[in-house]
């Protein structure tokens, strides 16, 4: 299994500011992935982040308002922008193991104020 | 059509019931299939893999059938603690390609 920190768990923000949420991986990964989960809904994928190049994001997402840093093998950060009401949500990381099962970070409760 | 399907319930059960799930996907190439549970406030966790043959873990029994691209989960002796929402969760390709999840589903059991 992969054990992953992301950080902050829970943060309560104004509108038009910026949040950063990390993960660390407890091992050296290939990809890493950054969903979103609404309240009552499952999660959809916002951007695969890749180690050395820029991430690759889903429809519906851009770079603008979600930047994504992969700085080494077992790291990313996702950016969220310039903050609205509409952004409250939770974000998760996930990085798959070789077995390709995917654990994912505990999650980052966001509220736009 | 959607590329995970599952009923939302909620399913109410009591203590010691049976109860299944269904789920169903579109993409016919998909490779790998997975149910995960998410309890209120917490990131989804693995419950198990799905393979073609059919795999139990204890009370939980998982199966899929591929000519109908469809899975399904059984849960045997239904605790309280089994009290969860149950994700269908497909992986289209490799293991580094991202999950594609359903929308869950809701399972009470009540004492």
């Known amino acids: 299994s992969a054990v992953i920190s992301q950080k902050p768990s829970r943060d309560i923000c104004q509108r038009g500011t910026s949040l950063t949420i990390q993960c660390q991986v407890d091992?050296?990964?290939?990809?890493m992935f950054w969903y979103r989960q609404q309240p009552g809904q499952s999660l959809t994928l916002i951007a695969t982040?890749?180690?050395?190049?820029?991430?690759?994001?889903e429809s519906g997402f851009v770079i603008d308002k979600f930047p994504i840093s992969r700085p080494n093998l077992t790291f990313s950060t996702l950016t969220v922008s310039n903050m609205s009401p509409e952004d409250s949500s939770i974000y998760l990381c996930s990085a798959p193991t070789e077995t390709g099962i995917q654990y994912f970070g505990a999650g980052t409760r966001l509220s736009v104020l | 059509r959607k590329e995970v399907e599952q009923d939302p319930g909620p399913f109410n059960v009591p203590e010691g019931a049976t109860v299944a799930f269904n789920c169903t996907y579109s993409?016919?190439?998909?490779?790998?299939f997975f149910w995960y549970r998410q309890d209120c406030r917490k990131e989804p966790k693995l419950l198990m893999s799905v393979y073609s043959s059919g795999n139990e873990d204890g009370r939980f029994t998982a199966q899929l059938n591929r000519a109908s691209q469809y899975i399904s989960l059984l849960i045997r002796d239904s605790k309280l603690s089994d009290s969860a929402t149950y994700l269908c969760v497909i992986l289209g390709g490799s293991g580094n390609t991202p999950l594609v999840f359903g929308k869950g589903t809701r399972l009470s059991v009540i004492a």
């Open positions: 982040a890749n180690q050395g190049s820029e991430a690759t994001y």
């Open positions: 993409n016919s190439a998909s490779q790998s």
């Open positions: 091992s050296q990964v290939t990809m």
